[in-house]
């Protein structure tokens, strides 16, 4: 081991009321040696001044300097009231900058929380990064980032809500795929909650723990083709406006496009898609909308069409998907309206083709919260971003067993804002203007 000395080693620790006497290099890690400065401290039962009884070392890891690791070696002190009458014969010192019984510094385990919520960071990684277990990595976590989750004010403001479901655990021998139902502020961006199941009694037993101002604030609701989900909305927060977006209509669209390109394959082919079959080539352009096809694009979808449609039911869906994408173009409400009518003619004149007629009946189930989202063009990709972080944040954990941990892990990574301090430019001007 080498030695060490600095006068600016308490200044450069930072910790008020500590002075860091013995540095030690210990396997590439700093070992300061630190004790209080406080001298005179009374007894908690009798006021009497105490006396010294000795120290106790007690080793805690603490933020890297100058990145290299560093653990405080803290000599504890131990009290003794010298009244013998008194009730209270001896304790240990405490310092709000360490938690009793803890292996870490506060401001170490708060870091540990920053970089799980904010950073995107894994238990795991941070334990290793501070030399202390999983669990007391996630002890840390949980210490700092509950109060940070169960403030009530993260709810408030919420006007505009999305709803979406999310997959909690995979399917396995002995379960079925567990789902979880999130709840997010269109508005900002942020996940408000999660509950455990995917139901209209999961989110109405949410809604009814919210306050009455609470529901009564929150004016647009956007969801997907859910009747659980729309029932629940409708009857606690009767005021506001369900709205289906675009996205999740044309991803019905879509889907059947998608499943008359199957079946038409298998029954012209005999065989399930692939690489050199006509509409298996084409099945990633004819997702895309008309308007972004260039003229090579357009003669690889007629010849694809052409060679592997001999019915014409994929041309059928095909367009179908581009008179709903239409619908979505209109800018005033005749327009809309005109549109969805010819959707549906056109759907008359192919109501042979058993996609379409399933599509169909959901525009139709749907029509009042599709047209909806004309009254103001709100959108659920706030909420379809936030479920890429959860996504995210599953597969960073390599998957959850533990709600409480995994609903505690989601809202720190995409339910918080958290405070990044803005970097000061060192140049005045751009380099790319520098010139």
């Known amino acids: 081991m080498k030695f060490h000395g600095s006068s600016g080693a308490t200044t450069l620790l930072g910790m008020p009321g500590f002075v860091v006497g013995v540095q030690v290099d210990v396997g590439g890690e700093w070992w300061l040696s630190v004790e209080t400065t406080v001298a005179v401290v009374a ?3 009798c006021g009497t001044r105490a006396v010294g009884h000795g120290r106790r070392r ?11 690791a560093t653990v405080l070696c803290w000599a504890k002190r131990i009290w003794r009231c010298p009244d013998s009458d008194c009730e209270v014969e001896t304790w240990s010192e405490r310092c709000e900058h360490i938690e009793p019984g803890g292996l870490l510094t506060v401001r170490a385990a ?17 334990a290793r990064r501070f030399g202390v277990s999983w669990a007391a990595a996630m002890a840390a976590v949980g210490r700092h980032g509950t109060p940070l989750i169960e403030v009530p004010a993260r709810l408030e403001a919420a006007t505009a ?11 396995a021998a002995a379960r079925r795929t567990q789902y979880v139902t999130g709840i997010i502020d269109l508005d900002r961006g942020r996940l408000l909650d999660v509950v455990p199941g995917r139901s209209a009694r999961v989110l109405g037993d949410w809604l009814t723990a919210q306050t009455v101002d609470w529901r009564a604030q929150v004016t647009v609701a956007a969801l997907d083709a859910f009747r659980g989900y729309a029932n629940a909305l409708a009857a606690h927060l009767p005021d506001a406006m369900l709205v289906m977006d675009h996205f999740h209509t044309i991803q019905l669209a879509n889907r059947a496009l998608d499943k008359v390109r199957r079946r038409t394959q298998t029954d012209t082919l005999g065989h399930r898609g692939q690489s050199a079959d006509p509409l298996y080539r084409i099945r990633r352009l004819a997702l895309l909308g ?5 003229e090579k694009g357009w003669d690889r979808l007629e010849a694809g069409l052409a060679a592997g449609d001999p019915a014409g039911e994929v041309a059928a869906a095909w367009i179908a998907k581009e008179e709903l994408r239409l619908m979505y173009r209109a800018r005033s409400p005749e327009a809309v309206r005109r549109a969805l009518t010819r959707f ?15 599509l169909a009946t959901t525009i139709s189930t749907w029509q009042t919260e599709i047209l909806n989202y004309h009254n103001g063009h709100f959108s659920n990709g706030p909420t379809e971003a936030v479920n890429l972080i959860i996504e995210k944040t599953r597969r960073i954990g390599h998957g959850f067993r533990n709600f409480h941990n995994y609903r505690l892990r989601l809202l720190l990574a995409c339910g918080v804002k958290w405070h990044t301090p803005v970097v000061a430019r060192i140049r005045g001007r751009q380099p790319r203007l520098s010139a």
């Open 344 to 358: 549906y003619t056109h759907y008359a004149a192919n109501d042979h083709i058993p996609e379409l007629v399933t």
């Open 43 to 45: 007894c908690s039962g």
């Open 58 to 68: 007690v080793r805690v890891r603490d933020l890297e300097i100058s990145g290299r």
């Open 290 to 294: 008309a308007g972004r096809l260039d």
């Open 110 to 126: 708060a870091e540990i929380c920053r970089a799980v919520g904010a950073d995107g960071s894994s238990v795991a990684a941070q």
């Open 161 to 171: 809500i999305g709803v979406d479901e999310t997959t909690f655990l995979h399917a």
